[in-house]
């Protein structure tokens, strides 16, 4: 049962980049028709929480989680709501590319601390696929052009990557002893749930889209964005948080991809081939252990 398990652990990382990327096209087509990063970031939030309780009640899961683990989860929460607001200023102050660069480089924290605590060992083709997939992001994102350089958009996007990567690493280990990662996800939520909550009566931001087609958009990202938070959970009790945020890399070029697709934006030359760079690392990292296992009979590692 563990190999099916593992296996599914690498399509829901996949699926979770995807929808994340989706999601953010949704979100950022009704920023042009009334809404703020603000209030979709609070709509999809408590949409998701709400959905999450139905869902696990529904399934017959289980909402259960050790005392010590779930105030060690909802601690967490805290620095979720810190990654969603450092990386919203970022991108304020900094060109997106920039920003969204600097948000992944979260693998290389998140592989660093995973080697520091014991959790995974990192082999050289680990090391040598971040190292790829980070080269193929920096094509892919197209950083040429002048940049509008910003030292405390620099500091909060690196903060916002670095917060993920606690939330990654730290929920690991809960999760494996969870019967249910989706509780997880749940009880991380709750801190986001109150911050984005308190901001938006704080700030008196509650803007709403302003036609039917950007009302459409603006309800579907609660849902993709749900989906993404349970696949990335999933796979981090799967396949582990290196690889998990390996895959992750995906979702940059998933957005530009659905850019080209649904937006008709160009795609040049370089940036098919970081493309193509980034998938090759994704591929890699799961190709190499199997082989390993074909040649000794054994099972592929974690």
């Known amino acids: 049962m563990i190999l099916p398990r593992k296996w599914l652990g690498y399509a829901m990382a996949v699926a979770a980049s995807l929808s994340f990327a989706f999601g953010t096209g949704l979100a950022v087509y009704t920023y042009s028709h009334g809404t703020t990063p603000l209030s979709v970031t609070t709509f999809r ?19 259960a989680l050790l005392p010590r683990d779930r105030w060690i989860v909802i601690a967490l929460g805290s620095v979720m709501a810190v990654q969603s607001i450092t990386h919203y200023v970022a991108v304020l102050l ?16 998140v592989a660093a601390g995973a080697h520091l605590s014991g959790q995974e060992r990192l082999s050289p083709a680990i090391l040598g696929a971040l190292a790829v997939a980070f080269a193929g992001l920096v094509l892919v994102l197209d950083l040429g052009g002048d940049f509008d350089f910003s030292v405390l958009g620099i500091v909060l996007a690196v903060t916002a990557a670095a917060a993920f990567s606690v939330v990654a690493l730290v929920s690991q280990p809960i999760i494996r002893r969870s019967p249910d990662s989706r509780s997880i996800t749940l009880h991380l939520h709750a801190v986001p ?11 008196d931001d509650f803007s709403m889209p302003d036609t039917r087609e950007a009302w459409i958009m603006f309800a579907f990202v609660p849902f993709f964005y749900c989906f993404a938070v349970i696949g990335v959970f999933y796979a981090i009790g799967s396949i582990g948080s290196v690889r998990m945020s390996l895959i992750m890399n995906l979702e940059p070029v998933a957005a530009i991809a659905f850019g080209f697709l649904l937006l008709g934006q160009h795609l040049d030359g370089l940036q098919l081939l970081g493309a193509a760079l980034v998938i090759s690392a994704i591929v890699a990292v799961r190709w190499i252990p199997a082989q390993r296992e074909a040649r000794a009979g054994g099972t592929p590692e974690s």
């Open 45 to 63: 939030t408590v949409l998701s929480a709400m959905f999450l309780v139905l869902l696990i009640r529904f399934t017959a899961g289980s909402l």
């Open 94 to 109: 900094l060109p997106l590319a920039h920003a969204t660069l600097l948000l992944y480089t979260y693998p290389f924290f």
């Open 193 to 203: 749930v109150v911050a984005f909550l308190v901001a938006s009566v704080a700030l």
